[in-house]
């Protein structure tokens, strides 16, 4: 079971790193969104603590289950890379989309 449970979290992580680079494809390298998403840290963690859940869970399912359990630990805190660009933060490019600079939808630059 824990293999298994492994299993399909690395599957879904893959499925959202593929999502990811397909959105930073669309948009381009130097939009927003690829500037929010960095290297994807995140992500990558994740499929590397997954796949190696997977392969300790052999071991011991308790380490594998440590691991699963970091993963989604580690999700569970706020990702504020994504709001700092919709508010113009480090991150953001001046200009663009009302909100994108810190403007309300009503205002006009």
Sequence with gaps: PASVYGLVGLLAGVAYSLLVRAIVAADG???DVARAVGRDRKGYL?????LSGLGLAWVSPYIAYALYASVSIMWLIPDRRLGRVAQGGPAAVAGGEPGAAGLSPGQVT
């Design 29 to 31: 390298p130097d939009s």
């Design 46 to 50: 994740s499929l590397f603590l997954y």
